[in-house]
């Protein structure tokens, strides 16, 4: 039952990853640094204490009881999973819905349920399990096995970009995704990957905050589980170091392209624009409120980062079919794409099982 939760969770998070994007299709007449920022703002510094306090009760108690060293390296995590962020959006911004989350999130599932497992060896921690306990263990195999899975889904997903790009005109491309650019969008999109995968490390460093707030729970709650919400207070740390990463590089970019006028142009819809902005971020947010729900439930931190990844996938390439992004292209194109997400979510179904073992 724990196992079906934390797949259900982790897919009501995932859906609001893959679509926290659509909003900002809506704003209109802003520069892409000054609708991020907006969004930002409620991604990482409004909604996440919000979250926290209404459901975590003093939560600010396990932050202040944390040792500077942990805080330091959740903090340093999330500002490297902050130019993850920002180059994510690049990434989708030059490859479309599809293809970009495909690729981005498909390296981000990977490094993502790998990395903390070795970690694990060189720093045992008792509950957490370790690359050579994934590979003594035939559960462990699989879960493995579905992350190489994955990267062949990644791959195969790739194999359609290049398909789509020898097909389509220049026009075509354009109307589809207006600045499509495979070459620069790959690149973007494998560092985006490797460096977003930094927020599960983060949500590693920070534990000991959540195993706090997990603890007070269950000693006021005995025999009820895990507590759902222990993940929140972790989020604010890793969340600020995001903030600082993206704050300074769109200050850079604003300052460089006058784009602060946006703000106080009246030839655009101010107001929608920022409502549309929030809505995006809050959404964004609302993919780790899930996630921690689901964590508590599933427990092994691979399983939980990949199955997480590849239903942001599958939602995204839901909405890429919905903006038309693969029209024109042949069914030999089409189904190398679809191929492609399909080998994603079989992936899916292995870590699954293999977490179940």
Excluded at 154 to 174: C, F, V, Y
Excluded at 272 to 289: D, R, V
Excluded at 330 to 339: D, F, L, Q
């Amino acid at each position: 039952m724990n196992a079906l939760l934390g797949i259900l969770f982790h897919s009501i998070g995932g859906f609001a990853s893959g679509s926290f994007y659509m909003p900002y299709n809506k704003v209109k007449g802003w520069a892409w640094e000054s609708f991020w920022i907006v969004g930002g703002l409620f991604s990482w510094l409004i909604v996440p204490p919000l979250a926290a306090w209404l459901t975590i009760p003093h939560f600010s108690t396990y932050i202040a009881a944390c040792s500077t060293q942990i805080l330091t390296i959740t903090f340093t995590m999330g500002l490297l999973w902050g130019i993850g962020g920002l180059t994510y959006g690049l990434g989708v911004r030059y490859l479309g819905m599809s293809l970009g989350n495909s690729v981005v999130l498909g390296f981000c599932a990977a490094f993502g349920a790998i990395v903390p497992s070795i970690y694990y060896n060189f720093y045992p921690t008792v509950g957490k399990i370790s690359f050579t306990d994934m590979m003594a263990h035939p559960g462990g195999q699989l879960v493995l096995l579905g992350v190489l899975v994955c990267i062949t889904g990644i791959a195969i997903s790739g194999r359609a970009g290049i398909l789509k790009e020898k097909e389509l005109t220049k026009e075509q491309q354009e109307a589809s995704v207006a600045e499509f650019s495979l070459v620069k969008g790959l690149i973007i999109a494998v560092v985006s990957g490797i460096l977003s995968s930094f927020f599960n490390f983060g949500i590693e460093a920070g534990k000991p905050m959540a195993e706090a707030a997990n603890e007070a729970w269950k000693a006021l709650h005995p025999g009820q589980g895990e507590f759902l919400y222990q993940n929140n207070v972790s989020y604010i740390i890793i969340l600020w170091g995001g903030l600082t990463t993206n704050f300074i590089w769109t200050t850079i970019l604003s300052l460089k392209n006058k784009s602060y006028k946006n703000f106080t142009d009246k030839k655009t819809p101010i107001t929608k624009n920022i409502i549309f902005s929030a809505l995006a971020g809050t959404t964004w947010f609302l993919q780790f409120f899930f996630y921690g729900m689901g964590e508590s439930k599933l427990g092994n931190g691979a399983s939980s980062w990949i199955l997480h990844m590849s239903t942001i996938i599958l939602t995204a390439n839901m909405w890429g079919i919905v903006q038309k992004e693969w029209t024109g292209v042949s069914p030999k194109t089409k189904w190398t794409i679809t191929g492609g997400i399909a080998v994603i979510m079989l992936s899916v179904v292995l870590v699954g099982i293999g977490n179940s073992m």
